[in-house]
């Protein structure tokens, strides 16, 4: 079952900081974040484990809440590079399953 | 290290028409994805292989595509007849192994016009 993620879409100035939420109804055993910008491949930026293990890029953060099935992926002093959208995919016991997007808009 | 590349990056076709699609994913891989993203959503997964079997062909609609990863290297996904729902970006990914773990690394993707 798909993911839902929220907000649907921010714009954001340099500087400023942003919270993607990811949501599943299902048991989760990892959740994965990717960035995608218009045009291009999407990119790996982290992946949440069960039982609290991470791997990612240093200057990107997140969280995973196993209970709620909530992951929440922080950007913080925002870039014009971090523009784009950004994917949850979450994974219980089938394949990854991405979520709709999050469009995130950096501005000068 | 070289990424994973696929061929053609557009094609044009008309419906009812066949196409094929070839992913080479970064060597070492052992897992490998089609994914068909349609504009404005996040990608959905077609088919996964481990090594040259299927892992996941759930969402894959049979009657009209298939995909073939025979010497669990590269792989090529194909329509036949292509329908205009079709239309989407054809994304490859490869991964070291298929648990939860292990991250994707995509390719630049194939985009399909179907008229």
């Known amino acids: 079952q798909q993911p839902v993620q929220s907000p649907q879409a921010v714009i954001l100035r340099e500087g400023e900081d942003a919270v993607i939420n990811c949501s599943s109804s299902?048991?989760?055993?990892?959740v994965h974040w990717y960035r995608q910008k218009h045009g291009e491949a999407p990119i790996f930026l982290m992946i949440?484990?069960?039982?609290?293990e991470q791997k990612g890029h240093d200057k990107i953060s997140a969280s995973f809440n196993e209970k709620k099935q909530q992951s929440s992926l922080y950007l913080t002093a925002s870039q014009l590079s971090y523009s784009g959208t950004y994917f949850c995919?979450?994974?219980?016991?089938?394949?990854?399953?991405f979520g709709k997007g999050t469009r995130l808009s950096v501005i000068a | 290290e070289a990424g994973v590349a696929q061929s053609p990056r557009y094609k044009i076709i008309e419906k009812r028409q066949s196409v094929a699609f070839w992913c080479n994913p970064i060597?070492?891989?052992?897992?490998l994805y089609w994914y068909q993203q349609i504009l404005g959503q996040g990608p959905k997964l077609l088919i996964q292989?481990?090594?040259?079997?299927?892992?996941?062909d759930s969402q894959l609609p049979k009657d009209r595509f298939s995909a073939e990863r025979l010497k669990g290297v590269d792989s090529t996904l194909k329509i036949q007849p292509a329908k205009l729902e079709d239309s989407a970006v054809y994304l490859c990914?490869?991964?070291?192994?298929?648990?939860?773990?292990?991250?994707?690394?995509f390719g630049p993707g194939t985009r399909l016009t179907v008229t």
């Open positions: 292989f481990q090594n040259n079997g299927v892992v996941d």
């Open positions: 949440l484990l069960k039982g609290g």
């Open positions: 299902k048991a989760l055993y990892s």
């Open positions: 990914a490869s991964s070291l192994g298929q648990g939860s773990s292990y991250e994707q690394y």
């Open positions: 995919g979450t994974q219980g016991n089938t394949p990854l399953v």
């Open positions: 060597s070492g891989h052992a897992t």
